[in-house]
């Protein structure tokens, strides 16, 4: 059995809270950096932005579509390729 929606969210309305407001931070400084991403930074931004659509929406699984966002694609070959 699940705990109560009440309970969930004031156990961990701060920690949730502390993290906007860490992430907040780093976009702040971003923004606010000198110069350009290189192609691949930019492209990691871009699923930055990609993972703050999912935790607008209202999907049951946002933690697994992030993960997702973050993943590597399989590549069946990674064991040659990491030499194991």
Known sequence: MSAPA????RDHFLETRCKLLDIAA???RLDAADGELTDEDAE????ID???I???SDSKD???QIQQIFSRTYDAG??????L
């Open 6 to 9: 009440e309970e969930v969210f």
């Open 62 to 64: 946002r933690a697994a």
């Open 50 to 52: 990609d993972a703050l």
């Open 44 to 47: 990691l931004r871009g699923r």
């Open 26 to 28: 780093n976009l702040d």
């Open 78 to 83: 990674w064991r040659r390729k990491m030499e």
């Open 54 to 56: 999912v935790l607008r």
